[in-house]
């Protein structure tokens, strides 16, 4: 293992990776999440019809750039959220197994829950004010525009207009669901992620390597996108809203709920899977190389008093 400082560096890379990949998905996700916003399914219009009909549109209209809004905010955002759900997550369940069960290679079901909700939520709140804008500039059209308009240049032109308009706790408008919804990711994405790589060690005699990463970071997607997609489709409403459309999480799910039926909080649900199975493949597969890399990169250059300290 890394240290916390290697480990964190080590999983807001391997984020990035992954994320360059997964970016357009992204994108046409959270349109159709704020597709007809709090109107009802005669009267919203459907001007993105699904995954793929989604990437055509933008890439006719808006071009690469369409689909690829935003991509600052994601690396900055992904850097710290996986950074911090990367880095702290072995430590904090370290920790806690040896505050219960005297030993730290004890694995309880519950602690790694905890720990992984525990890690998330910390880069959640941390990354918020970038996620934010970066949802706001997803959601910018000039030909096809869905929920409110924001016309940011950028990244940082967002901040210091939200900053400006709002102060900063306008940066932070919608970070309780962003923690709610990060948290339910997190407690779930690395547990099942560890929990697949046993039974696949144990029951398949699967080896270390490439084979056994992918095909347990597939299992963990899967889990993670049929977890999250609810509170993450509260968060891109919260997100986007200007000025009071909502007035907390449980208030955005009961007007939506309300006004567009049970099933539009799961608007988007197959954008989201085409998202988050590659990027949840590629964030787990590339961490174990790239932590593979840090620990050689630290074993080289640092002496074993400052890794003990970092």
């Known amino acids: 293992m890394s240290t916390t400082t290697g480990a964190f560096i080590a999983g807001g890379l391997a984020a990035c990776g992954a994320v360059t990949v997964t970016h357009g998905f992204e994108t046409v996700k959270i349109r159709l999440q704020l597709q007809g916003e709090l109107q009802s399914k005669n009267e919203a219009p459907r001007l993105y019809k699904g995954v ?25 955002y992904q850097m710290i ?60 059209s000039p030909f096809l525009p869905v929920g409110t308009q924001h016309g940011y240049k950028n990244t940082p032109d967002g901040l210091r207009q939200i900053a400006r308009s709002e102060g900063i706790k306008g940066l932070y408008r919608g970070v309780g669901a962003a923690m ?21 060690v144990r029951h398949l005699s699967m080896g ?15 889990v993670v996108c049929c977890v999250m997609h609810p509170p993450d489709t509260v968060m891109s409403r919260m997100y986007n809203q200007t000025g009071n459309l909502y007035s907390g999480v449980m208030d955005c799910v009961y007007k939506t709920i309300k006004t567009e ?16 199975l590659p990027h949840t493949i590629l964030t787990l597969s590339l961490a ?23």
Request: aromatic share 12%.
């Open 52 to 76: 793929f009909h989604g990437v055509t549109v933008i890439l006719k209209n808006e071009g690469p750039r369409g689909l690829f809004r935003g991509i600052g905010g994601a690396y900055v």
């Open 288 to 310: 174990e190389q790239t932590n593979k890399f840090m620990r050689r990169f630290e074993d080289r250059v640092l002496p074993v008093a400052v890794k003990n300290r970092i």
């Open 180 to 200: 709610v919804r990060t948290g339910f990711g997190s407690s779930v994405q690395l547990p099942t992620y560890f929990f697949a790589k046993r039974r696949l």
């Open 261 to 276: 039926g049970v099933l539009a909080i799961y608007k988007g649900f197959f954008a989201h899977l085409a998202r988050i």
């Open 81 to 140: 959220l996986n950074g911090c759900r990367l880095g702290f997550y072995e430590p904090l369940r370290k920790g806690v197994t040896t505050a219960i069960f005297k030993d730290a290679n004890v694995q309880s079901l519950g602690v790694n829950i905890v720990s992984g909700a525990a890690s998330g939520i910390l880069g959640a709140a941390a990354g918020s004010p970038f996620f934010l804008v970066k949802t706001r500039l997803q959601s910018f």
């Open 208 to 222: 270390e390597g490439p084979a056994l990463h992918l095909a347990s970071s597939a299992a963990s997607g899967v």
